[in-house]
């Protein structure tokens, strides 16, 4: 089956920096991206990493390693607006995908 | 332009009644999908498209069904409703495939089914 698996909730400080954790198990792996999703919104998007390494998209960076089935979303200078969910998404050869169930990012001021 | 269109909003269902989930896209994306999800969880993949004519099934198409005629529309229909099926739906749409898979999504459509 394919899953991915990343915390239910985190809980960071106004100005702070906070990482999120995405751990992936899909056949035909091909990219990780990232979601933002408001209460009542819809998903944006904030990245994708397609090879190894850093992504860095202003406040938002994104890391991917492959070997390890492992990526995060890491946040800096933290605002209020930032509080959401954060979803990572693994995208496979047969073009399905995939998201995780989520993590809640708090923020307190 | 108006990205991803997903019709009604909120709908209300008897069980058993059948309805559609419109969504249209003026992107001219080839790559649609459709998504539900449930109170604080992620999004499932119900089914998805690659282009006209093109449909697959995802993580949990039982219970649906859609059609993809032309580039821009990709309804969802719902046949025998049920309450498991009450959801919120989202559309979302891509340029490319895999390495330019970027969703645009659409505002989704609160279902509830009694």
């Known amino acids: 089956g394919q899953s991915l698996e990343q915390p239910s909730e985190v809980t960071a400080v106004e100005g702070a920096i906070v990482q999120i954790n995405c751990t992936y198990q899909?056949?035909?792996?091909?990219?990780l991206s990232w979601y933002q999703q408001h209460d009542g919104g819809a998903p944006t998007f904030l990245s994708y990493?397609?090879?190894?390494g850093l992504e860095e998209t202003g406040r938002f960076s994104s890391f991917l390693s492959r070997s390890d089935s492992y990526g995060y979303l890491l946040l800096q200078e933290l605002q209020m607006k930032d509080s959401a969910s954060y979803f990572c998404?693994?995208?496979?050869?047969?073009?399905?995908?995939?998201f995780g169930k989520g993590t809640r990012l708090h923020i307190l001021p | 332009n108006a990205g991803v269109t997903q019709t009604p909003k909120f709908r209300i269902l008897k069980i058993g009644q059948s309805m559609t989930l419109q969504c249209t896209q003026d992107?001219?994306?080839?790559?649609m999908y459709w998504y539900r999800q449930d109170p604080g969880m992620g999004l499932k993949l119900i089914y998805y498209?690659?282009?006209?004519?093109?449909?697959d099934k995802g993580e949990v198409p039982n219970g649906y069904n859609v059609s993809r005629s032309t580039t821009e529309d990709f309804p969802l229909r719902l046949e025998l409703a049920a309450p498991s099926q009450t959801s919120v739906y989202f559309c979302?749409?891509?340029?490319?495939?895999?390495?330019?898979?970027?969703?645009?999504f659409g505002a989704g459509s609160r279902l509830t089914v009694l």
């Open positions: 979302a749409s891509s340029y490319g495939g895999p390495g330019a898979n970027v969703l645009t």
């Open positions: 998404a693994a995208s496979n050869r047969d073009d399905k995908i995939i």
């Open positions: 498209s690659v282009g006209a004519g093109i449909t």
């Open positions: 990493n397609g090879l190894d």
């Open positions: 899909t056949s035909g792996f091909y990219g």
């Open positions: 992107m001219n994306h080839n790559y």
